[in-house]
T-cell receptor
Framework: GAVVSQHPSRVICKSGTSVKIECRSL??????MFWYRQFPKQSLMLMAT?????????EQGVEKDKFLINHASLTLSTLTVTSAHPEDSSFYIC???????????FGQGTRLTVV | AQTVTQSQPEMSVQEAETVTLSCTYD???????LFWYKQPPSRQMILVIR??????QNATENRFSVNFQKAAKSFSLKISDSQLGDTAMYFC????????????FGSGTRLLVRP
């Protein structure tokens, strides 16, 4: 099956700093990618839709200035958590649908801890 | 807005036995997809099975099958001959027929397979 790689898998940062998370489709092109957030023992909540070559679409309640999304190429989307605070600590997962296929492929996820 | 509800936070089954996980959803759309995803301790999301709403026949993938009741908006997952490797979180998810793979997830059911 197709592969989506997410990096880093774990990151610890200090409060007030910014963290960038990368999501790459390794063997297919993805004009659209999705970013989800998962709190411990909870479900995945869609944060935003990343669109190649255009602005991301954010879900209601998600701060676009805090969670910057850039989809600069057909294989890479990045999520930058700006001025991170402890409440931003969470598990972030990306997914990418393969064009013409029947499945969305998920990255391995990134555990962000803000101290 | 679409919602997905999983009313069983935790389930337990003896190895080799059969277990059914429940899922209900709410949507005003007539055509859509439904999914069951597995999230093992590694946190990697794995597609278990998918159902197209326009198909009356229930989807089956080896030991996994669904009972799709469109009028009742119910989509349960049956796991036959449960194996220890089936221990994981299971998420029911909904997607519009536009194939965006912008998934709406339920809250999840934690399944424990006992040896």
């Amino acid at each position: 099956g197709a592969v989506v790689s997410q990096h880093p898998s774990r990151v610890i940062c200090k409060s007030g700093t910014s963290v960038k998370i990368e999501c790459r489709s390794l063997d297919f092109q993805a004009t659209t990618m999705f970013w989800y957030r998962q709190f411990p023992k909870q479900s995945l909540m869609l944060m935003a839709t990343s669109n190649e070559g255009s602005k991301a679409t954010y879900e209601q309640g998600v701060e676009k200035d805090k969670f910057l999304i850039n989809h600069a190429s057909l294989t890479l989307s990045t999520l930058t958590v700006t001025s991170a605070h402890p409440e931003d600590s969470s598990f972030y997962i990306c997914s990418a649908p393969k064009g013409g296929g029947t499945e969305a492929f998920f990255g391995q996820g990134t555990r962000l801890t803000v101290v | 807005a679409q919602t997905v509800t999983q009313s069983q936070p935790e389930m337990s089954v003896q190895e080799a036995e059969t277990v059914t996980l429940s899922c209900t959803y709410d949507t005003s759309e007539n055509n859509y997809y439904l999914f069951w995803y597995k999230q093992p301790p590694s946190r990697q999301m794995i597609l278990v099975i998918r159902q197209e709403a326009y198909k009356q026949q229930n989807a089956t993938e080896n030991r996994f099958s669904v009972n799709f009741q469109k009028a009742a908006k119910s989509f349960s997952l049956k796991i036959s001959d449960s194996q220890l490797g089936d221990t994981a979180m299971y998420f029911c998810a909904w997607d519009s027929m536009d194939s965006s793979y912008k998934l709406i997830f339920g809250s999840g059911t934690r399944l424990l397979v006992r040896p």
